[in-house]
């Protein structure tokens, strides 16, 4: 599937036309991330689909999403641009940008430098690169080029061999360990526990997938995670509001995650 995407995802660059810059204040993801007053950070995500699940709320709002998420206690938002396979769209990050006051993730297959330009275009504070889309030589020119243009980054992984040779090239600030296997879809919290063992003191682990309940924020913490990363719990939910509070089993506003 991955490949699918990414083959998509070089179309679309060719096709790519450069949007209008947008002014607004960028916030740093690694701030609200290393916040003291939280125990555990969460980014909450704006997802309507994916390729594993299907559609999961196509009926969203995502501004009102977002600034529910922000209400509830989110430290940041990640918003699905991938149109295809996602359902998400651009247009969703910059109203979102607009509409809260904490950092924004763009969520999308980053394959070119011409997407970074793009992100800073349209507002983003901080881009996803994966390393299994893109190796990590160029993962890390990529991450050069985005501080260029004044955009952090979530750099994710797959597994405790991937982290390590991204490890051999350089050590990103936020790195981010995505729970799903990406050849049977199946999440596992294990693959957080797996990597942790080779974790660099001095970066940011994010625990992406397969979060769903209390017990599993339980699990991340105590494994040393500084994030989660949580998208189609929260929007299954009857409301953001309530799937934030059951997923940290208790109002999350104001206090530090459980």
Same mark, same amino acid.
Not at 32 to 35: G, I, M, Q, T, V
Not at 227 to 233: I, S, T
């Given at each position: 599937m991955l490949n699918k995407i990414l083959e998509v995802k070089q179309q679309e660059v060719i096709?790519? &036309?450069?949007?209008? @810059? @947008?002014?607004?204040e960028k916030r740093s993801f690694y701030e609200?991330?290393?916040?003291p007053n939280r125990s555990l950070g969460l980014i909450a995500e704006v997802k309507r689909a994916s390729p594993s699940k299907g559609i999961i709320n196509d009926k969203i709002d995502p501004v009102e999403v977002a600034k529910s998420y922000q209400s509830a206690g989110a430290d940041a938002i990640s918003v699905l641009t991938d149109q295809q396979f996602f359902k998400g769209h651009?247009?969703?990050?910059?109203?979102?940008? @607009?509409?809260?006051?904490?950092?924004?993730?763009?969520?999308d297959f980053i394959v070119d430098q011409k997407q970074i330009e793009e992100s800073s275009r349209?507002?983003?504070d901080v881009i996803l690169l994966i390393v299994a889309a893109l190796g990590a030589e160029k993962t890390f020119e990529f991450y050069k080029e985005a501080e260029r243009f004044g955009l952090e980054c979530l750099v994710e992984v797959h597994g405790k061999e991937e982290l390590l040779e991204l490890l051999k090239v350089f050590?990103? &600030?936020v790195i981010?360990?995505?729970n799903r296997n990406l050849k049977t879809f199946q999440t596992s919290i294990e693959e957080t526990e797996k990597v942790i063992e080779v974790m660099p003191?001095?970066?940011?682990?994010i625990s992406e997938s397969g979060i769903h309940n209390v017990e599993d924020i339980r699990r991340v913490k105590a494994l040393g995670a500084?994030?989660?990363?949580?998208?189609?719990?929260?929007m299954k939910a009857e409301t953001p509001e309530l799937g934030i509070n059951h997923l940290f089993g208790g109002e999350r506003v104001g206090t530090s995650a459980t």
């Open positions: 096709e790519l &036309k450069l949007p209008t @810059q @947008q002014e607004v609200a991330l290393s916040d651009i247009e969703d990050l910059i109203a979102v940008k @607009q509409a809260v006051n904490i950092p924004v993730l763009r969520k349209i507002g983003a050590t990103p &600030k981010g360990v995505n003191k001095d970066a940011l682990l500084r994030g989660v990363l949580v998208g189609e719990a929260l």
